[in-house]
C-alpha cells in the first residue's frame, strides 16, 4: 500500500495507505479501530496490524467517505480503489481466520480473491497506460495468491473424500515446517535461494538419513543444527 516504486491503480483509482489515513485523521477510534502504527507501518512483518487495515470498520469508513455521509460531506470516489482492495484482502484472509466461516463460505472467499486478481492483472497488463511491475502487485505476490487459493479448494475437496471424519484446519497451513525444510534445502547448495527439482530430490534423502541418525540416541551425535 505504502510501497517505494509501486503506484498501484485499480482502473482510473489509486491504492495507497494515504487514504486509511485518511480514516485514521477523520474518524474516532471506536469507528475504525486502528492504532497509530496500524498506519504507520514499521514493522512490515506484523500480521496482526494487516488484518486490522481489512477489517470492516475500516471499510465502512471508507464507503463513508465515498459517498460523503462521513464527517466529510463532499463524496470522494477517489478512495474507492483502496476501498476495493481492501475489500479483497478481507476475502482472502476470512479464508483463513474467519472462525465462523464453514467450508463453503470459505471457498466463496478463495473465488473473489483469484477472480478479481485475475481480472485486475489482465486489465492493467491489457492497458497501454499502466504497467504490471508499477500498477499491481509484485509477480510473486500475485502467483502466491493464486496458488493459496487453489491449494484451499483442493486441500478442502482432499479432506472430504479421504478424511470426512477430521476436520480441516486452513489456519494451520502453510507455516513453519515447510519454510524450515526449504531453508535447510538451501544450505545445501551453493546459491542459497536457487536450486533445481533434481537438487531438492538429492539432498532431501541425504537430510532424512542425517536426522534418522541424529534422533537415533545410538548413533554418534552431531552439532545442534541451525534454528531456522
Not at 476470512?94 to 463460505?105: G, R, T
Not at 484451499?152 to 479421504?162: A, E, G, H, Q
Not at 494451520?172 to 545445501?188: A, C, H, I, V
Amino acid at each position: 500500500l505504502d510501497h517505494s516504486s509501486r503506484v498501484l491503480t485499480m482502473g482510473t483509482q489509486l491504492v495507497h495507505l494515504n487514504h486509511v489515513e485518511l480514516v485514521y485523521t477523520t474518524f474516532d477510534m471506536h469507528c475504525h479501530k486502528l492504532a497509530y502504527d496500524d498506519v504507520v507501518r514499521r514493522d512490515r512483518q506484523n500480521y496482526r496490524s494487516a488484518q486490522k487495515l481489512c477489517q470492516n470498520s475500516v471499510i465502512d469508513c471508507l464507503e463513508q467517505l465515498i459517498s460523503g455521509n462521513g464527517p466529510v460531506t463532499v463524496p470522494n470516489a477517489a478512495i474507492l480503489g483502496t476501498k476495493t482492495y481492501l475489500t479483497v484482502a478481507s476475502h482472502y484472509v476470512s479464508i483463513f481466520e474467519k472462525p465462523s466461516a464453514s467450508l463453503s463460505e470459505r471457498i466463496f472467499h478463495a473465488g473473489v480473491v483469484a477472480t478479481f486478481l485475475a481480472i485486475w492483472h489482465n486489465y492493467v497488463s491489457q492497458n497501454p497506460a499502466q504497467y504490471l511491475a508499477t500498477h499491481f502487485i509484485s509477480r510473486e505476490s500475485y502467483t502466491d495468491l493464486e496458488l493459496s487459493c487453489h491449494m484451499v479448494v483442493l486441500l478442502i475437496s482432499y479432506m472430504r473424500d479421504s478424511f470426512p471424519e477430521t476436520e480441516c484446519h486452513l489456519n494451520q497451513t502453510g507455516s513453519d515446517p515447510m519454510e524450515r525444510l526449504f531453508s535447510k534445502l538451501g544450505q545445501w547448495v551453493g546459491n542459497h535461494r536457487v536450486y533445481s527439482y533434481g537438487d531438492a530430490l538429492i539432498n532431501l534423502g541425504q537430510m532424512v538419513r542425517i536426522e534418522q541418525i541424529r534422533l537415533d540416541p545410538n548413533a554418534p551425535s552431531f552439532g545442534r543444527p541451525h534454528p531456522k
